[in-house]
């Protein structure tokens, strides 16, 4: 499996960015995908996460209301529609895909997830 993230950028704060992931190879076994994100000196965390199959949502609280996440499984695309960002969202963002059937409790946790794309930063100017 394959992850090709894409639609990062520079952007004031208040603005908006809509990220894509990419998926190709061996994506029938997609559980749930996911987005994390690291900024400079700080640990990757958990940003938003989907259900492939019934579409369900999960969001970080610093992001709740504001990011809203969604996939096109003909396509096999992920995307973060990113809303009134603020400079702490600055950060390369990470997309992943998981494969086991786990509670959805797990999908916050980076170790939950098989494969990841590379990277795409984002970057919120004051």
């Known amino acids: 499996v394959q992850l090709q993230a894409s639609g990062g950028g520079l952007v004031q704060a208040g603005g908006s960015l809509r990220l894509s992931c990419a998926a190709s190879g061996r994506t029938f076994s997609t559980y749930a995908m996911g987005w994390f994100r690291q900024a400079p000196g700080k640990e990757r965390e958990f940003v938003a996460a989907?259900?492939?199959?019934?579409?369900?949502?999960y969001y970080a609280d610093s992001v709740k209301g504001r990011f809203t996440i969604s996939r096109d499984n003909a396509k096999n695309t992920m995307h973060l529609q990113m809303n009134s960002l603020k400079p702490e969202d600055t950060a390369v963002y990470y997309c992943a895909i998981g494969s086991r059937s786990y509670p959805s409790s797990y999908y916050s946790q980076s170790s939950y997830y098989d494969y990841w794309g590379q990277g795409t930063q984002v970057t919120v100017s004051s």
């Open positions: 989907i259900r492939w199959s019934f579409g369900m949502t």
